[in-house]
T-cell receptor, first 113, second 112 residues
Framework: GAGVSQSPRYKVAKRGQDVALRCDPI?????LFWYQQALGQGPEFLTY????????KSGLPSDRFFAERPEGSVSTLKIQRTQQEDSAVYLC???????????FGPGTRLTVT | DQQVKQNSPSLSVQEGRISILNCDYT??????FLWYKKYPAEGPTFLIS?????DKNEDGRFTVFLNKSAKHLSLHIVPSQPGDSAVYFC???????????FGTGTRLKVLA
């Protein structure tokens, strides 16, 4: 079946612009995660959804970052007033229950100029 | 404070030989460990996992060893193949939680 998909794959934003990154999880997966991967680093947890409920947003670096999953499937990560330090690959992952293996999408590479 | 460490940023191995990738962790509460493999421009894909009740788990050419007292795990690939060339991430979590903590990755290059 289809895996996790993300769009756009690449995004260039001027500093101060708002961006929205989309994630389509595997159909039927209850849990959805967002990670940020800076160059040369491993993925770092940003936030976690179980269905439409955002149960953990402890990893979001600032209040400029906002995530939603209104119908419990597709999720959007929004970054307002982007800064250069937001440049990274943003990875989305889903899992059936949240406590089993996570399946990752290809990521969105965000470059803020 | 890096809770999961992969101290070798890169590793080169001849095709057919064994590749050994290492990972250390500091949090004694971690009891579930995973290895993910990542090709360029793709997301990480799950490779193999191990729970702390075991010290070894094998899946084909891939074996993960866990040494709880040393807080160390390793991934062995035998025999290594050129298609194994990728970045390998070690990740750790506590049973019953959903949060994975990843290491910084080791880039494996298998030379033909």
């Amino acid at each position: 079946g289809a895996g996790v998909s993300q769009s756009p794959r690449y995004k260039v934003a001027k500093r101060g612009q708002d961006v929205a990154l989309r994630c389509d999880p595997i159909s039927g997966h209850v849990s959805l995660f967002w990670y940020q991967q800076a160059l040369g680093q491993g993925p770092e947890f940003l936030t976690y959804f179980q269905n439409e409920a955002q149960l953990d947003k402890s990893g979001l670096p600032s209040d400029r970052f906002f995530a939603e999953r209104p119908e419990g499937s597709v999720s959007t990560l929004k970054i307002q007033r982007t800064q250069q330090e937001d440049s990274a690959v943003y990875l989305c992952a889903s899992s059936q229950t949240g406590f089993d293996e996570q399946y990752f999408g290809p990521g969105t590479r965000l470059t803020v100029t | 404070d890096q809770q999961v460490k992969q101290n070798s940023p890169s590793l080169s191995v001849q095709e057919g030989r064994i590749s050994i990738l290492n990972c250390d962790y500091t949090n004694s509460m971690f009891d579930y460990f995973l290895w993910y493999k990542k090709y360029p421009a793709e997301g990480p894909t799950f490779l193999i996992s191990i729970s702390s009740i075991k010290d070894k788990n094998e899946d084909g050419r891939f074996t993960v060893f866990l040494n709880k007292s040393a807080k160390h795990l390793s991934l062995h690939i035998v025999p290594s193949q050129p298609g194994d060339s990728a970045v390998y991430f070690c990740a750790a979590s506590e049973t019953g939680t959903y949060k994975y903590i990843f290491g910084t990755g080791t880039r494996l290059k298998v030379l033909a």
